[in-house]
């Protein structure tokens, strides 16, 4: 517990230090761990067997600090260099069960194409949401949503955790646990919300519209958790890495964080709308 607790000081540091170093940093930042998650994602299937084509994904995170290098790629924008590079990546990958079928087959390719989406699209949304109007305070609603969900719902299934939530895939996990993991990441984010509404950084919108998004990463952040999960446990892994010791690797760690992301980034646009 004393290792787990010391490496999560330092790694908010680390966190604290990124988001606040500016655009470029973080775009870089979350390439550098984006590639590391895919390494774990890779050699985590590769000792179930699989052998997946490791580069579409790997030249995937490049993107990432492409986005987070030009300021001046929109959405839409970003869109279009990633529908290009997937559209890229479906004839790079089939060209392997074409040329090379006995090395490579259509599961190989599967978890190849399932990559780029899983890891890499869902972290090119922290830097989209930092990338909007307010984005240096937006983009903490992504890691609050995650991680007031992780704790609370911890120290509920400790407590008050009677009724076992999927033990199939996380045998701990209870029912009571993961109530108190969205009703504590409400109320979080809430508190957050007000926060930012004294320093007048809410950009327009009030508080009480914070409720429904609280809600939505209590539920989504848990669902990322349970995800990563049912991968370990079908590929018979512990842990994706060990690159926090006491909380695994990469993604282990961002599993959550990787679900949160397109939420709140999505719900802050349509608030935008409103």
Known sequence: MKV?????????????????AGKLVLGLAVSIVCLIALYEFYKSVSKAGYKPVKLPGYLSAFILAFLGVDHSLTP????GVLVLFIFLSIVFLFSFIIFLNKKHNIIDISLSFFSIFYITFLFSF??????????????????????????????????????????????????????GGVIGCMLITVLYGMYLSNINMLNGFVVYHLIPLGFLCGIVSQIGDLAASSIKRYVNVKDFGNIMPGHGGALDRFDSILFCAPVVYFYINILYLL
Request: hydrophobic share 50%; aromatic share 18%; net charge positive.
């Open 126 to 179: 922290i830097i989209l949401t930092r990338n909007l109007p307010g984005g240096k305070y937006l983009v903490w609603f992504i890691f609050i949503g995650a991680w007031a969900t992780d704790t609370f719902a911890y120290f509920s299934g400790r407590f008050f955790g009677k009724r076992k939530l999927i033990p199939s895939i996380s045998p701990k996990k209870t029912v009571e646990g993961s109530i």
């Open 4 to 20: 787990r607790i010391i490496s999560g000081v330092i790694g908010f540091c680390i966190l604290l230090a990124v988001l606040w």
């Open 76 to 79: 839409a924008g970003f869109s």
